[in-house]
């Protein structure tokens, strides 16, 4: 069996890559996998995997990891939000080394679903986890270690995020794990069981017990390629837990009362725990704590056809149990309100940090409302959309999400954030990184709008057949004689009248009577004599409009073609230009036929901008 050998960089350890000696696995439509099986030990043992549904079997299995210098790590919980213990919150644990992976199935313990973190959590394990020395990391492992403090007491150090070790990408702001591993190995992973019930007590079916384990193998595998110094990582940045400080309601002995005054409230054997509300409604009732009946309209989930009395039976225990004034009903109905908060959410980030970016929200988000969080997306140049597509960047998804969104987010493969990974987005994401290009290519757009139908765009011979090149606002001036605007545009590449000064031929560009190209002789002649010769009704609008498109999308070539160190045309060719002017795709599927998606994705990883949006423009 052939196999590939890489040094570590501390010495101690190889790791083997088996090459094209295992079936690996595909879907239906033949697309390969990444996976943990394609790997060896430093021996060149095949990676074990132990699965523990006991306390005793997780800490004999720690041991044979409790030397590790770094571990893969993740974390599975209740799909669509968490439930009301521990299990739900905090169902599996993955730890991955470079010959043994632990799948540590704690919804699955021996017990009822109430078991506390003591029952559930062994010495061993938390030593791992709160261990210094042995670093863990995963991507965005901020809110799985954030379930572990809030639920088992337990502070992770030496966490590292694996999306923070890659190189500066723009392309790469905010990756899912699958897109790491496609990038980096050239195999995406399988997520088509991220949402599978990992909070039942039922043992993990084998391909389930796969997934957990390629997932934290992945983040191993990642940390050792980008520390091998390949893609020249940034160095390592700790997640601290015990430093973020939210302040944190622990709800488990109201729910505990809410339990209770629903089997008072059910007494009458026709009456059934669903005319009160369920498990989850009253979760969620003891999270946001509702001291007024608006305020429990408000609770997600809740009926506002339950009966009045079982909703002043349940306010009035709220209020009770936060010793509040039932008085005091107006202020408490503002801060008891799901979503809200008496500080006002501070987001630091770069202005328009966004743009070019597209966002679907949905399900309730820990602290933000819905609009709060559209408003903080708009406010950083984000565009909202309230369904999902194939072209949505992100789906920021909370608690009891849409059923049919959710669906969608595993139809389009789609990039999900949480809060905390929105205002890490935000926090972290450059601006566009030429912003006075962006606004002259808004201007140029714009200028269209502004020219009314006796405006003259340029000179043309009495011919139909005749072209001539509008020139956009980001060189008008240099036409008109500008001679600082003409300095910095020149720094940058040469403009379409350069060319023609240099090789006697312009660019050909698409008008409604055909593409020709004209001399720079015939382009001056017929400036000087247009505003005698050209009327506004020998003016075709569709000219003006196909102009100003493909003098747009051919300045962002310009810059791409700088940024990206390519050629124009490997870019984009001056035929793509021409047909997307011509054309004008309406929509992302008419972009894509007529080949113009490679194009449209470089514009957007560079600035944000949006090559359909200039197409439609026009």
Request: charged share 25%.
């Amino acid at each position: 069996m052939s196999s590939h050998k890489r040094k570590r960089d501390d010495g101690e350890e190889t790791f083997h890559m088996v090459e094209h000696t295992l079936d690996y696995p595909t879907d239906d439509v033949g697309t390969t996998y990444w996976t943990y099986k394609l790997y060896r030990g430093p021996s060149g043992e095949k990676v074990r995997v132990t699965y523990c549904r006991k306390l005793a079997e997780t800490e004999a299995a720690m041991r044979r990891i409790s030397n590790s210098s770094v571990l893969g790590f993740d974390l599975e919980y209740k799909p669509y939000g968490g439930g009301p213990n521990i299990k739900d919150q905090v169902s599996v644990i993955q730890l991955a080394s470079e010959s043994d992976i632990i799948v540590i199935h704690l919804a699955a313990f021996p017990g009822d679903r109430d078991m506390t973190r003591q029952q559930l959590l062994g010495p061993a394990l938390r030593r791992i986890l709160e261990d210094q020395s042995i670093i863990k990391v995963g991507l965005r492992i901020s809110g799985d270690g954030n379930l572990l403090r809030d639920n088992l007491g337990v502070y992770m150090r030496g966490a590292v995020d694996v999306a923070k070790l890659r190189p500066t990408q723009p392309r790469l702001t905010n990756p899912s794990l699958a897109t790491l591993t496609d990038i980096f190995f050239g195999m995406p992973l399988d997520k088509s069981l991220s949402t599978s019930p990992w909070h039942r007590e039922r043992a993990l079916k084998q391909n389930e017990c796969d997934y957990a384990a390629t997932d934290a193998y992945a983040g191993l595998k990642l940390y050792q390629h980008f520390m091998a110094g390949d893609h020249n990582a940034t160095g390592l940045r700790f997640v601290d837990f015990r430093a973020s400080g939210r302040k944190k309601f622990e709800p488990r002995s109201l729910l505990e009362k809410l339990k209770r005054l629903r089997l008072e409230l059910t007494a009458d054997p026709e009456t059934t725990v669903f005319n009160v509300a369920n498990n989850q409604v009253l979760e969620a009732i003891a999270k946001y704590r509702p001291t007024t009946l608006s305020a429990l309209s408000n609770v997600p989930g809740f009926k506002s056809s339950t009966l009045l009395k079982y909703k002043k039976a349940i306010i009035e225990l709220v209020q009770n149990h936060m010793n509040v004034d039932s008085l005091n009903d107006d202020i408490i109905d503002i801060d008891s309100s799901p979503n809200s908060s008496q500080d006002t959410l501070e987001v630091a980030g770069a202005p328009n940090c966004l743009a070019g970016l597209s966002f679907v929200v949905t399900g309730v988000l820990p602290t933000l409302s819905r609009d709060d969080a559209q408003k903080l997306i708009k406010k950083f140049g984000g565009k909202m959309t309230k369904s999902t597509s194939g072209t949505t960047s992100y789906v920021v998804l909370g608690k009891d999400p849409g059923s049919k969104k959710v669906e969608q987010i595993k139809i389009f493969g789609l990039d999900t954030l949480d809060e905390e990974g929105l205002i890490e987005l935000i926090n972290t994401r450059d601006a566009p990184r030429h912003p006075s290009f962006k606004a002259s290519q808004d201007q140029s757009l714009r200028s269209k709008k502004k020219t009314g139908k006796g405006s003259k765009i340029g000179a043309s011979s009495s011919t139909s057949s005749s072209f001539v090149f509008s020139q956009p606002s980001r060189i008008s001036s240099q036409v008109s004689g500008n001679s600082s605007q003409e300095s910095t545009f020149s720094s940058h590449f040469s403009s379409p009248s350069t060319l023609l000064s240099s090789s006697q031929t312009a660019h050909p560009l698409p008008s409604s009577a055909g593409h020709i190209s004209i001399s720079s002789q015939e382009s001056e002649a017929s400036s000087s004599s247009s505003s005698e010769d050209l009327s506004a009704s020998q003016q075709s609008s569709t000219s003006q409009s196909t102009t100003i498109i493909y003098n747009t999308l051919y300045f962002l070539r310009q810059e791409l073609s700088q940024y990206l160190n390519l050629s124009p045309e490997e870019v984009a060719t001056d035929d793509l230009l021409e047909t997307l002017a011509d054309v004008r795709p309406a929509s992302r599927r008419a972009l894509r036929n007529l080949g113009g998606d490679p194009f449209a994705e470089m514009a957007e990883d560079y600035d944000g901008s949006d090559v359909l949006e200039i197409c439609r423009e026009g």
